[in-house]
């Protein structure tokens, strides 16, 4: 990761308390593990990059942290506020934006906005909104419905909706999905300055060199349980064999292990134990 451009936590975080503490977290659908006693915190300023494979469990992690989806057993606490014991004053303190922005058909760009506003009681909105829309690019879509906007429009609409009420903690599903490079620029530089006002970002991608950017740390999971943890710096020094190798190639190193030490096809087709994937 780029120490040069990730923003600086730790001033923040000497005086701030932890936004996102997540303890034992488990999920589990009719039998199925998705989740597996996940624990990890994300203070002010920091951006952690949630990573794994397909059905990895990053999804249902960050619909657990939104309190979309009840855990089976652990505690999430959003801005010190337990999740379960106060869920509306938690949710008021975090904004999610899911990978398929969820939009009403019959409202325009403004008015979208306008009824975020009222509920969560954002008074200001009319001074708020106009700068927010300048800032994702969409002054000039007020007026429009959402089938009037291209797919990454209505990803940039999502995040407005999302930022409007100045969410301390934010969890973001795919964030980049459909902008074009301009847009993704603009969308880059507006999670770095989410993260240098003091907000906690949680930030899931298949785009590693995204994550390799913006990140200051790390959580690796697959087949729902952490397999790495920290900054890049901290996951290599744990495991010096990886040292020199991309992200990308740190990724693939760390789940094809978890997958060989379950005795599970890697990518190379062959199990720890020696038998040929499928055999």
Same mark, same amino acid.
């Given at each position: 990761?780029?120490?040069?451009?990730?923003?600086?936590?730790?001033?923040?975080?000497?005086?701030?308390?932890?936004?996102?503490?997540?303890?034992?977290?488990?999920? !589990?659908?009719?039998?199925?593990?998705?989740?597996?006693?996940?624990?990890?915190?994300?203070?002010?300023?920091?951006?952690?990059?949630?990573?794994?494979?397909?059905?990895?469990?990053?999804?249902?992690?960050?619909?657990?942290?939104?309190?979309?989806?009840?855990p089976?057993?652990?505690?999430?606490?959003?801005a010190?506020?337990?999740?379960?014991?106060?869920?509306?004053?938690?949710?008021?303190?975090?904004?999610?934006?899911?990978?398929?922005?969820?939009?009403?058909?019959?409202?325009?760009?403004?008015?979208?906005?306008?009824?975020i506003?009222?509920?969560?009681?954002?008074?200001?909105?009319?001074?708020?909104?106009?700068?927010?829309?300048?800032?994702?690019?969409? !002054?000039?879509?007020?007026?429009?419905?959402?089938?009037?906007?291209?797919?990454?429009?209505?990803?940039?609409?999502?995040?407005?909706?999302?930022?409007?009420?100045?969410?301390?903690?934010?969890?973001?599903?795919?964030?980049?999905?459909?902008?074009?490079?301009?847009g993704?620029?603009?969308?880059?530089?507006?999670?770095?300055?989410?993260?240098?006002?003091?907000?906690a970002?949680?930030?899931?991608?298949?785009?590693?060199?995204?994550?390799?950017?913006?990140?200051?740390?790390?959580?690796?999971?697959?087949?729902?349980?952490?397999?790495?943890?920290?900054t890049?710096?901290?996951?290599?020094?744990?495991?010096?064999?990886?040292?020199?190798?991309?992200?990308?190639?740190?990724?693939?190193?760390?789940? !094809?292990?978890?997958?060989?030490?379950?005795?599970?096809?890697?990518?190379?087709?062959?199990?720890e134990?020696?038998?040929?994937?499928?055999?």
């Open positions: 990761m780029d120490a040069g451009r990730a923003p600086a936590a730790s001033a923040l975080a000497v005086i701030t308390p932890v936004l996102i503490s997540v303890e034992d977290l488990r999920k !589990s659908y009719d039998g199925q593990v998705a989740v597996r006693a996940l624990s990890f915190a994300v203070g002010p300023g920091e951006v952690l990059g949630l990573v794994g494979p397909n059905g990895a469990g990053k999804t249902t992690t960050l619909r657990c942290l939104a309190g979309i989806v009840v089976s057993a652990g505690r999430v606490a959003i010190g506020i337990d999740l379960r014991e106060d869920p509306v004053a938690a949710k008021r303190a975090l904004a999610f934006v899911p990978d398929e922005p969820a939009l009403f058909d019959y409202l325009t760009v403004d008015e979208h906005l306008r009824f506003a009222r509920l969560y009681g954002v008074a200001d909105a009319a001074e708020r909104i106009p700068p927010l829309l300048a800032e994702l690019e969409l !002054s000039h879509k007020r007026g429009a419905l959402p089938g009037e906007l291209s797919r990454g429009m209505r990803q940039k609409l999502a995040i407005a909706c999302a930022l409007l009420h100045d969410p301390r903690v934010l969890l973001l599903d795919e964030p980049l999905t459909g902008l074009d490079p301009a993704i620029r603009r969308m880059k530089a507006t999670i770095r300055d989410r993260a240098r006002a003091g907000n970002v949680v930030l899931s991608s298949h785009l590693l060199h995204l994550v390799e950017e913006l990140c200051t740390r790390l959580l690796v999971v697959h087949r729902g349980r952490a397999v790495a943890h920290g890049m710096e901290e996951i290599v020094a744990a495991r010096p064999e990886l040292a020199g190798l991309s992200l990308e190639d740190v990724f693939v190193a760390l789940t !094809s292990e978890d997958d060989a030490a379950a005795g599970r096809p890697t990518e190379r087709g062959v199990t134990r020696g038998t040929p994937a499928g055999a």
